[in-house]
């Protein structure tokens, strides 16, 4: 669902039609956070709506809710939360500015020991 809105948002094999890519946004965010409260290990769905709130797809944008999102997947160890939330407190969106904050989250996603997130490193 989220793929297929945002072929629809960039008119990847289709016309470009952010009416129909915001639908299926609505119906990913509605089957992430079906699987989010179902799951044991929540960390993937809980990066995945925080994404969701980050670029208002699906949902009204509000950095602060992207925020409390990526917190609960660092929570639970997600390299690529960690690198997003590093970048909201890079830029003060959603939470009050601070860099060394920003450096650490940075520094979690670039060293996570299984999945090393390639974006912080750069």
Known sequence: MHDLAKMY???LGCEKDEGTAQAWFRKAYYAFTAKEASEKKKGYFQYRI???YSFGYGVEQDYSQAAKWYEKAVAEDNPFAAYSLGSLYRRGEGVEQDDA???ELYRMAAEHSEK?????VY
């Open 116 to 120: 090393p997130n390639a974006s912080p």
């Open 50 to 52: 925080g994404k969701l």
């Open 9 to 11: 948002l960039s008119g």
């Open 101 to 103: 904050k920003a450096y």
